[in-house]
T-cell receptor
Framework: DAKTTQPNSMESNEEEPVHLPCNHS???????IHWYRQLPSQGPEYVIH???SNVNNRMASLAIAEDRKSSTLILHRATLRDAAVYYC???????????FGTGTSLTVIP | ETGVTQSPTHLIKTRGQQVTLRCSSQ?????VSWYQQALGQGPQFIFQ???????GRGNFPPRFSGLQFPNYSSELNVNALELDDSALYLC????????????FGSGTRLTVV
């Protein structure tokens, strides 16, 4: 399972954009990049995923570097409800068995 | 759509005992995966079931076993409990085993004493 590296923690002010980085220098050509988040006392929640092109959905945007060795999850306007641990995960295109790391703990300051 | 339901929410067992954890998948989902999450760590993949057959297994010993039923509900069984088995056990279901959009339950907190 390919490895990802994320900062342990980040802080953001409420209503400002947040950019959560993820490095995955050993990514293979067929690995998908996924982001899940885990709010306190809950199971992880799907945020977004992509392969090569940037992706947008109602929750966030995913910006993928041209060489695919890194990606950034963008929350356009952080709210207090976005305080969570954010996980960046790689999977091959043959299934959905995820290998989570320790993630980035995001604190949102009012 | 009722989401993923896990039971019980909390459980205390003694070392050496056996435990069964239950998961009711989201309606229409035929794939279920189980994860173990120790305090302060990310979830670790235990195994996955697709249409009642095991479809992949992580690095867990055989005393961790599972079942998926025809209605796609699922059980995780752990025999000969060890203190290190204390963790949050998460169940996640997806529409198909190739679907990346997991729906996770809130987990069962198991404490082994």
């Amino acid at each position: 399972d390919a490895k990802t590296t994320q900062p342990n923690s980040m802080e953001s002010n409420e209503e400002e954009p947040v950019h959560l980085p993820c490095n995955h220098s050993t990514i293979s050509g067929t690995d998908y990049i996924h982001w899940y988040r885990q709010l306190p006392s809950q199971g992880p929640e799907y945020v977004i995923h992509g392969l090569t092109s940037n992706v947008n959905n109602r929750m966030a945007s995913l910006a993928i570097a041209e060489d695919r060795k890194s990606s950034t999850l963008i929350l356009h306007r952080a709210t207090l409800r976005d305080a969570a641990v954010y996980y960046c995960i790689l999977t091959p295109n043959t299934g959905n068995q995820f290998y989570f790391g320790t993630g980035t703990s995001l604190t949102v300051i009012p | 759509e009722t989401g993923v339901t896990q039971s019980p929410t909390h459980l205390i067992k003694t070392r050496g005992q056996q435990v069964t954890l239950r998961c009711s998948s989201q309606s229409g989902h035929n794939t279920v995966s189980w994860y173990q999450q120790a305090l302060g760590q990310g979830p670790q993949f235990i195994f996955q079931y697709y249409r009642e057959e095991e479809n992949g297994r992580g690095n867990f010993p055989p005393r961790f076993s599972g079942l998926q039923f025809p209605n796609y509900s699922s059980e995780l069984n752990v025999n000969a409990l060890e203190l290190d088995d204390s963790a949050l056990y998460l169940c996640a279901s997806s529409l198909e085993w190739t679907d990346y959009g997991y729906t996770f339950g809130s987990g069962t907190r198991l404490t082994v004493v």
